[in-house]
């Protein structure tokens, strides 16, 4: 079983609807990030939390450190959303490595 | 300001040679990792250095697979007797502080033929 499992592995949407991500983990972490990577390009961090939710624009995250599961949500989604969405924990001492998730490739459609 | 930046973009080489791939982080940044993405893959982790040295190396899947960070700055992934199975992007991503939010950069191709 994978430290970091998320879901759906890909999703579809039509533009406008709204999107959940899921993230859950079995380690015990002092931090969760998200993170967007576009088709050949590099990796832009979303989010870093440890607790509660953060919101950026369209984007919020949550988390729920008790059931180990992090949701990343979108609202009113549009095209150049279209990316991969990877989740990734750290460790509980600040120097441990990153472990990423799967990823969950996202499309929308117009 | 700079992001991280990582050079060559792209690298194609022959299996058996040797290949570089250079980090450049964001300045001041004491915190730097390496990762490796195999196609359709989430990154995995390769090394951590904390100022010029390795804090982590668990990653590395050999010893054909070495980093330096000599003047705690820029930071050189190196790769001996290169095989197919190297082929990836190495992505490369710096933070402040030990535990800080991580950027990343646009990573390198390395394809082995």
């Not at chain 1, 990796?43 to 995250?61: C, D, E, N, T, Y």
């Not at chain 1, 990343?72 to 959303?81: F, K, W």
């Not at chain 2, 990792?33 to 090394?47: A, D, H, T």
């Amino acid at each position: 079983k994978n430290e970091v499992e998320q879901s759906p592995q890909n999703l579809t949407a039509q533009e406008g609807e709204f999107i959940t991500i899921n993230c859950s983990y079995s380690v015990g972490i002092s931090a969760l990030h998200w993170l967007q990577q576009h088709p050949g390009g590099g990796i832009v961090s979303l989010f870093m939390l440890s607790s509660g939710k953060k919101k950026h624009g369209r984007l919020i995250a949550t988390i729920n450190i008790q059931e180990k599961h992090s949701s990343l949500h979108i609202t009113a989604s549009h095209p150049r959303d279209s990316a991969v969405y990877i989740c990734a924990v750290r460790g509980k001492t600040s120097y441990d490595k990153v472990i990423f998730g799967p990823g969950t490739s996202l499309s929308v459609i117009p | 300001g700079a992001g991280v930046s990582q050079t060559p973009s792209n690298k194609v080489t022959e299996k058996g040679k040797y290949v570089e791939l250079r980090c450049d982080p964001i300045s001041g940044h004491t915190a730097l990792y390496w990762y490796r993405q195999s196609l359709g893959q989430g990154p995995e982790f390769l090394i951590y250095f904390q100022g010029t040295g390795a804090a982590d190396d668990s990653g590395l899947p050999n010893d054909r697979f070495f980093a330096v960070r000599p003047e705690g700055s820029v930071s050189t992934l190196k790769i001996q007797r290169t095989e197919r199975g190297d082929s990836a992007v190495y992505l490369c991503a710096s933070s402040l502080i030990q535990g800080g939010e991580q950027y990343f950069g646009p990573g390198t191709r390395l394809t082995v033929t």
